[in-house]
């Protein structure tokens, strides 16, 4: 059973958070594991007891799913956000409080679902892409290196160049294969174009934290934070772990842990913001907007015509 078919027959009607009350108000954890539930009834359906699953298989495809529901969830927050910014109505129901920004075309965002193995760095401008390689060239002298470990999902800046497509604005409005293509492919429309400054927010996201997965994202976020604030010049570069379950880990304390490269400086900051474990999907969106009023409001929204100016300290 194909994983996006799983998904797309559980939400054919609608994105969590985005639907009816009680899909949107479900423990997270039971909507990101409806899918797996739903495939698990199907199999006993159609095989009887020949149908058997690994606890492997179910484990990797739950945390694929958490994934893909997670940036469906912020797409359609972020559609909904800069149809609002371009002038549109902002939508009544469900009910989330809105924008409290000035409206400017110049203030959309877009939610990029990376894929695995994906190196950011190609999200950058050329010039900024050229920093990094003339910093990896030094490091692999000294036969040494900094690889890059992909964030799962990261929030930009919409570029002037693919600002005014409307793709940006348009919601999913329900799982289907197609529109999981759309939040799979949206990287490769913005690769390029990115200003070091215009990467606003990463997350790495688990279904599961264990005690042996807690470093992976606190290596993610310092490379992130060493590159982009670092020797970029770049402003704050916010971080966060997404995890639906983390008992027994002490993700909480380790998390404290502060960026390496602001560490005994006066602009010390926590390398991973915060550790988040999401109650239900309107909370996500609720969550989002959240940032999304604080930092976009530190993006000049000037003529929309003029070139993009970034206003963060």
Same mark, same amino acid.
């Given at each position: 059973?194909?994983?996006?078919?799983?998904?797309?027959?559980?939400?054919?009607?609608?994105?969590?958070?985005?639907?009816?009350?009680?899909?949107?108000?479900?423990?997270?954890?039971?909507?990101?594991?409806?899918?797996?539930?739903?495939?698990?009834?199907?199999?006993?359906?159609?095989?009887?007891?020949?149908?058997?699953?690994?606890?492997?298989?179910?484990?990797?495809?739950?945390?694929?799913?958490?994934?893909?529901?997670?940036?469906?969830?912020?797409?359609?927050?972020? *559609?909904?956000?800069? *149809?609002?910014?371009?002038?549109?109505?902002?939508?009544?129901?469900? $009910?989330?409080?809105?924008?409290?920004?000035?409206?400017?075309?110049?203030?959309?965002? *877009?939610?990029?679902?990376?894929?695995? $193995?994906?190196?950011?760095?190609?999200?950058?401008?050329?010039?900024?892409?050229?920093?990094? *390689?003339?910093?990896?060239?030094?490091?692999?002298?000294?036969?040494?290196?900094?690889?890059?470990?992909?964030?799962?999902?990261?929030?930009?800046?919409?570029?002037?160049?693919?600002?005014?497509?409307?793709?940006?604005?348009?919601?999913?409005?329900?799982?289907?294969?197609?529109?999981?293509?759309?939040?799979?492919?949206?990287?490769?429309?913005?690769?390029?174009?990115?200003?070091?400054?215009?990467?606003?927010?990463?997350?790495?996201?688990?279904?599961?934290?264990?005690?042996?997965?807690?470093?992976?994202?606190?290596?993610?976020?310092?490379?992130?934070?060493?590159?982009?604030?670092?020797?970029?010049?770049?402003?704050?570069?916010?971080?966060?772990?997404?995890?639906?379950?983390?008992?027994?880990?002490?993700?909480?304390?380790?998390?404290?842990?502060?960026?390496?490269?602001?560490?005994?400086?006066?602009?010390?900051?926590?390398?991973?913001?915060?550790?988040?474990?999401?109650?239900?999907?309107?909370?996500?969106?609720?969550?989002?907007?959240?940032?999304?009023?604080?930092?976009?409001?530190?993006?000049?929204?000037?003529?929309?015509?003029?070139?993009?100016?970034?206003?963060?300290?």
């Amino acid at each position: 059973m194909a994983q996006q078919n799983m998904l797309a027959y559980t939400f054919d009607a609608s994105v969590p958070g985005w639907g009816p009350p009680g899909l949107n108000s479900m423990p997270f954890l039971e909507v990101a594991k409806q899918p797996v539930v739903n495939a698990r009834k199907e199999g006993q359906l159609l095989y009887g007891p020949d149908f058997v699953v690994k606890d492997s298989a179910v484990a990797k495809v739950t945390g694929d799913i958490y994934e893909v529901l997670t940036s469906a969830i912020l797409w359609e927050t972020a *559609a909904h956000w800069n *149809a609002y910014m371009c002038g549109r109505l902002w939508p009544s129901s469900p $009910r989330y409080a809105r924008p409290g920004v000035t409206q400017s075309p110049r203030r959309q965002v *877009a939610v990029l679902n990376l894929p695995r $193995r994906y190196d950011w760095v190609r999200l950058l401008v050329p010039n900024a892409q050229r920093e990094i *390689a003339t910093i990896r060239a030094k490091l692999a002298a000294r036969d040494l290196a900094m690889p890059t470990s992909t964030p799962d999902i990261a929030i930009v800046v919409l570029p002037d160049e693919v600002r005014d497509e409307e793709v940006w604005r348009t919601p999913l409005k329900d799982l289907s294969r197609s529109n999981q293509r759309i939040v799979a492919s949206a990287h490769r429309w913005v690769e390029g174009n990115i200003e070091p400054g215009e990467i606003i927010l990463a997350m790495a996201l688990k279904s599961s934290l264990r005690s042996d997965r807690l470093y992976q994202p606190l290596y993610e976020a310092n490379v992130m934070q060493f590159l982009l604030e670092g020797h970029l010049m770049a402003p704050r570069v916010e971080f966060e772990v997404h995890a639906l379950t983390t008992a027994g880990t002490g993700a909480d304390r380790i998390y404290q842990a502060a960026a390496i490269h602001s560490a005994g400086t006066d602009q010390a900051h926590r390398a991973v913001r915060e550790l988040y474990k999401p109650a239900n999907a309107t909370q996500i969106v609720q969550r989002f907007l959240l940032f999304l009023n604080d930092r976009m409001s530190l993006v000049d929204a000037g003529p929309p015509d003029a070139p993009q100016q970034l206003l963060f300290s």
